[in-house]
C-alpha cells in the first residue's frame, strides 16, 4: 500500500484566513479600483460640455453686445449690413452666439446631468418624489407662485431696470396717466409746443395726448393714486399664472395647469416684460380673465360669467386692441362651431350677454378715439403723422412708415419673432423643445386649435405691421402667444415624461426623474447664465436712458426749466420723460432746446423759474454732462441776433 504523501499545508478548517496577494503588476490605485456609478460618464459629459460653454462665452465677452446701451452705433452698423435697423441686436454675432451656445452645449449638458440623477437615484426616492408631485396640493402651490412672480417682477422692475422706464412707450403711458389723473383725456397744448415735441406723444395747436389708447394709462392712474404706477403692473403680473392655472385646468387636467402656472413664472420674456411699464402684461391679464369667465359660463348658469367675459375682454380692447382682437376671434369662431348640439336658446343667451357686455367698453374706447383724433373710428396711433417733423423722422428711420414694406417682409418680421420667442421663452437656446415633442408626437388634442387660432391670428395681424418691433426684453408683440406656448410645453413635458416611464426597461434607470430633472437643471442654467446676460444689459441701458435727470439731481436744482441739448445713447430712448401735462406740478419742466424766441415764450410764463441748459459730450469713451444757466437777457440778445441773421437771409 502506498503511504499518504505528508502534505505541510494546514488542514482548511484549522487554518487562518489568509488575504489572498494579487500578482504586484495587477495592482490598481484605490481610485481606479473603486467601483464607479452607474451612469458617471454622463456626469463627466455634461461637465465637460458646461466647460466648452465658458470657454466659448469668455471667447465673446459673456455675449454682452460690444456696443453696451449705444443702439445709435449698433443700428448704423446694421444698415449698413442691409438690416433694418431694429434687427441689428438679433442678427449680431454675439447674439446669436449666445443662442446657439447655450443650444449646443449647455442644453445637451443638462440632459447630460438628468441621466445621471436618473441613474443615482434610488428606486424609493424617485417613487417618493412622484408621489409627492402627485399627491401635492394645487393651492400651495398657486400660492407659492404667486408670490414667487411678485417678487421676481418687484426685482426686475425696481432693482435691475431700477424703477427706470425703457421706452418711449413707457413715458408716453405715464403722460396720459398724468393726464387722466388730471381728470382730462387730452391736455391743453403748452406754451412752445416744439419743446415739448416727443415721439409717440401727439402735440399741435388743439391736442396734446399720447397715441395710445386709455385703458392702461386708467390703471397707471389708479395705481399711482396708491403711490407708484408699478403697483398695479406688479399685481396683475403676479396673477397671471393663477388665471393660467384656472384656464387650462377648465380645457385639459390639473397636472397640465400647474406645470403652466410655474412655467410662466421661470420664463424670461413673461418676467422681463412684466418688470416694465408696458401694457403687455395688463392685456393679458385681462385676456386671460375673459377665457376664463368664457369657459366657466359653460358650467355656471349665471349671468355673472358672461357678463364678467365680455367687461374683461372689452377693458383688453381698450388696452391693445390688436392683441384683444386676435385672442378673442378664435373664441367667436369656437362659439359659432359649437352652436350645433346645444341647448341653443341658452347657448345663444350667454354668448349674447357676453357681446353686450363688450359694448360698454367699445362704446367708451370709440368716444376716446373722437376727443383726441376727431373721429370714433380713428384711433391715435393712427395719427403719428400729426407728430412734429423730427419725430416723424425717427419713426421712419425706425420703420413706421416704410415705403417699401411688402408681405415678405411681414413674414421675414413674424420669423424674427418667432426666433425671440425660441431665445427669449425659457432662455435654453432651444426654448421650444417641448413643443416640438408634442408637434413630432402628433399628440395634439382638438381644444390645441383653439390656441394654434390664437398664434395664427396674432401672426396675421402682425404680418401688416411694418416693423418687426424691439426685440430688447423679448416678442413684445407676441406676448399673448404665451400662454399656448406654455400650455404646449407643459404638455410636451408630461408626454415626454409619460413615454420615458413606459419604455424603461432598466431597473437601474429611474426614468421618473429624467424629465423633472432636466427641466430643473435647464431652468437653473438658465438663471445663470440667461438672466445674467439680460440683468447686465439691462442696467447699463436704465442707467444711461437715466443720465439726464440723475445729473440734474445731482445739482440739487428746483423749480427749474432745464433745455436738453442732447441726451447719451440709451436704447431705444429717443424722447424725454415726458412732463405732467399741469406744468405747474413739475419741480422741474424738461423740455428740448430749441430758438431763443421759443425758450422766452415759456419763460414768460414761468416768470419766477431759473432755466439751464444741459448738454452731454464724450470724453475719454465716457459721457460728461454741463449744466449751465440760462439768463432771459442772454436769450433776448441771442433772439436778437437770431432775427438779424434772418433779416440777412
Request: glycine fraction near 6%.
Amino acid at each position: 500500500m502506498h503511504q499518504a504523501r505528508h502534505d505541510p499545508r494546514p488542514d482548511s478548517a484549522d487554518a487562518p484566513d489568509v488575504p489572498a496577494v494579487a500578482p504586484r503588476d495587477s495592482r490598481k490605485p484605490p481610485f481606479l479600483s473603486a467601483r464607479m456609478s452607474p451612469g458617471s460618464g454622463y456626469l463627466f459629459a455634461g461637465a465637460a460640455l458646461v466647460a466648452c460653454y465658458a470657454v466659448v462665452a469668455i471667447m465673446f465677452d459673456n455675449f454682452a453686445l460690444p456696443f453696451g446701451a449705444d443702439y445709435v452705433a449698433g443700428s448704423a452698423a446694421g444698415v449698413d449690413l442691409g438690416l433694418e435697423p431694429r434687427l441689428f441686436r438679433d442678427f449680431h454675432p454675439y447674439a446669436i452666439w449666445s443662442v446657439l451656445a447655450k443650444a449646443i452645449f449647455l442644453l445637451p449638458a443638462c440632459l447630460c446631468f438628468a441621466v445621471f440623477c436618473a441613474h443615482v437615484v434610488s428606486r424609493d426616492a424617485a417613487a417618493a418624489a412622484e408621489r409627492s408631485l402627485r399627491d401635492m396640493r394645487a393651492a400651495r402651490v398657486l400660492v407659492a407662485v404667486v408670490l414667487a412672480t411678485a417678487l421676481l417682477v418687484l426685482f426686475w422692475s425696481q432693482l435691475v431696470f431700477q424703477g427706470q422706464p425703457v421706452y418711449d412707450d413707457e413715458y408716453t403711458y405715464l403722460f396720459q396717466a398724468a393726464t387722466l389723473g388730471n381728470g382730462e383725456l387730452v391736455a391743453k397744448t403748452p406754451p412752445c409746443p416744439e419743446c415739448f415735441e416727443n415721439v409717440f406723444i401727439l402735440i399741435d395747436k388743439y391736442v396734446w395726448a399720447g397715441k395710445y389708447t386709455s385703458g392702461h394709462p386708467l390703471l397707471l392712474a389708479l395705481s399711482s393714486l396708491a403711490g407708484s404706477p408699478y403697483i398695479i403692473t406688479i399685481l396683475l403680473s403676479s396673477l397671471i399664472p393663477l388665471l393660467a392655472f384656472l384656464v387650462v385646468r377648465e380645457l385639459y387636467d390639473r397636472k397640465t395647469a400647474l406645470i403652466t402656472a410655474i412655467l410662466f413664472t421661470v420664463s424670461p420674456f413673461f418676467l422681463f416684460t412684466a418688470a416694465t411699464l408696458m401694457n403687455h402684461g395688463t392685456c393679458l391679464f385681462f385676456l386671460l380673465a375673459f377665457a376664463f369667465c368664457y369657459l366657466r359660463s359653460d358650467k355656471e348658469h349665471t349671468w355673472l360669467y358672461p357678463v364678467a367675459a365680455g367687461l374683461a375682454l372689452g377693458v383688453a380692447f381698450n388696452i391693445r386692441p390688436q392683441c384683444a382682437a386676435s385672442f378673442g376671434l378664435p373664441f367667436a369662431v369656437w362659439s359659432a362651431l359649437r352652436i350645433a348640439g346645444k341647448q341653443r336658446g341658452r347657448f345663444l343667451l350667454r354668448h349674447a350677454l357676453i357681446g353686450l357686455s363688450f359694448l360698454g367698453p367699445l362704446a367708451w374706447a370709440l368716444y376716446y378715439n373722437r376727443v383726441v383724433t376727431g373721429h370714433a373710428l380713428t384711433f391715435p396711433f393712427l395719427l403719428s403723422d400729426r407728430v412734429q417733423h423730427s419725430a416723424t423722422a425717427l419713426l421712419t428711420v425706425a420703420g413706421q412708415t416704410q415705403s417699401t414694406y411688402t408681405l415678405l417682409t411681414g413674414v421675414f418680421y413674424g420669423l424674427v419673432n418667432f426666433w425671440r420667442m425660441n431665445a427669449y421663452l425659457f432662455g435654453w437656446g432651444v426654448s421650444l423643445v417641448f413643443v416640438l415633442a408634442v408637434i413630432w408626437k402628433r399628440r395634439f388634442a382638438r381644444i390645441d386649435a383653439l390656441w394654434a387660432g390664437v398664434v395664427a391670428c396674432t401672426a396675421v395681424i402682425y404680418l401688416w405691421f411694418p416693423s418687426p418691433g424691439v426685440g430688447e426684453i423679448g416678442p413684445r408683440y407676441y406676448f399673448n402667444m404665451l400662454l399656448p406656448f406654455l400650455v404646449w410645453s407643459a404638455r410636451g413635458m408630461i408626454l415626454v415624461h409619460d413615454s420615458l416611464v413606459q419604455s424603461a426597461a432598466n431597473a437601474d434607470f429611474r426614468a421618473p426623474v429624467l424629465v423633472p430633472a432636466f427641466v430643473l437643471l435647464a431652468v437653473l442654467m438658465s438663471f445663470l447664465t440667461f438672466y445674467r446676460e439680460q440683468m447686465s444689459h439691462y442696467q447699463k441701458l436704465s442707467e444711461q436712458v437715466a443720465e439726464p435727470y440723475r445729473a440734474v439731481e445731482a445739482e440739487n436744482i428746483h423749480n427749474a426749466i432745464v433745455a436738453v441739448r442732447n441726451t447719451p445713447p440709451s436704447g431705444w430712448v429717443f424722447g424725454l420723460r415726458n412732463n405732467d401735462p399741469d406744468l405747474e406740478k413739475n419741480d422741474v419742466i424738461y423740455i428740448w432746446t430749441t430758438s431763443p424766441r421759443n425758450l422766452l415764450a415759456l419763460l414768460d410764463r414761468f416768470p419766477e423759474r431759473k432755466a439751464y441748459g444741459l448738454f452731454f459730450e464724450k470724453r475719454n469713451g465716457a459721457y460728461v454732462h454741463g449744466l449751465v444757466p440760462f439768463s432771459r437777457e442772454a436769450l433776448r440778445e441771442a433772439e436778437v441776433i437770431e432775427n438779424d441773421r434772418g433779416r440777412k437771409r
